[in-house]
T-cell receptor, first 112, second 112 residues
Framework: SQTIHQWPATLVQPVGSPLSLECTVE??????LYWYRQAAGRGLQLLFY??????ISSEVPQNLSASRPQDRQFILSSKKLLLSDSGFYLC???????????FGPGTRLTVL | RKEVEQDPGPFNVPEGATVAFNCTYS??????FFWYRQDCRKEPKLLMS???SGNEDGRFTAQLNRASQYISLLIRDSKLSDSATYLC?????????????FGTGTKLQVIP
């Protein structure tokens, strides 16, 4: 069966510090991968999606970036965090673009 | 008009009650529809896909109304454990790529 992992589970970072969140999927090949952010009391905002290694599409201009160095690895990064980057970051995968998306456990980021 | 809209609630219902949520979508060409459940501070989890003819899973019934462009979720015999936020998700064609967009969720509180 397929599983999706995210780490760390929680993170507290100062403003201006870098960020690296990692997501890995097991038990499937060539998944579509997604990064979402959910601010407190808000909906899911799609940040990036990827249909293959090295293929990244950005949904919202911001100071975040994403990379997919391996088929089942998706990384979210920032060089300098802002207060507004605080939120619940969720990685998801799907077999195809219109298929069900399955979410990882998420990383709760607080920027102080 | 938002791509996907939900009444944020909260819906406060007594145990054993029947409750229904609607989710409207703007793109008449949408093809895939889903309901997710999200517990507080947890990741969304798929509750059920929504099929054109409607589908049922135990106490949960999902329906699609293409003419009026909405999907619905009916929960019968509500349990305390049903308390959560329910997100709808709808696929869209954006720039030649099919993407799933999530609603902001409807909060359900089942009261003893």
């Amino acid at each position: 069966s397929q599983t999706i992992h995210q780490w760390p589970a929680t993170l507290v970072q100062p403003v201006g510090s870098p960020l690296s969140l990692e997501c890995t999927v097991e038990g499937t090949s060539n998944p579509n991968l997604y990064w979402y952010r959910q601010a407190a009391g808000r909906g899911l905002q799609l940040l990036f999606y990827s249909v293959g290694i090295g293929q990244i599409s950005s949904e919202v201009p911001q100071n975040l970036s994403a990379s997919r160095p391996q088929d089942r690895q998706f990384i979210l990064s920032s060089k300098k965090l802002l207060l507004s980057d605080s939120g619940f970051y969720l990685c998801a995968w799907s077999p195809g673009s219109t298929d069900t998306q399955y979410f990882g456990p998420g990383t709760r980021l607080t920027v102080l | 008009r938002k791509e996907v809209e939900q009444d944020p609630g909260p819906f406060n219902v007594p145990e054993g009650a029947t409750v229904a949520f609607n989710c409207t979508y703007s793109n008449s060409a949408s093809q895939s529809f889903f309901w997710y459940r999200q517990d507080c501070r947890k990741e969304p989890k798929l509750l059920m896909s929504v099929y054109s003819s409607g589908n049922e899973d135990g106490r949960f019934t999902a329906q699609l109304n293409r003419a009026s462009q909405y999907i619905s979720l009916l929960i019968r015999d509500s349990k305390l454990s049903d308390s959560a936020t329910y997100l709808c998700a709808v696929n869209f064609n954006s720039g030649g790529y099919q993407k799933v967009t999530f609603g902001t969720g409807t909060k359900l509180q089942v009261i003893p």
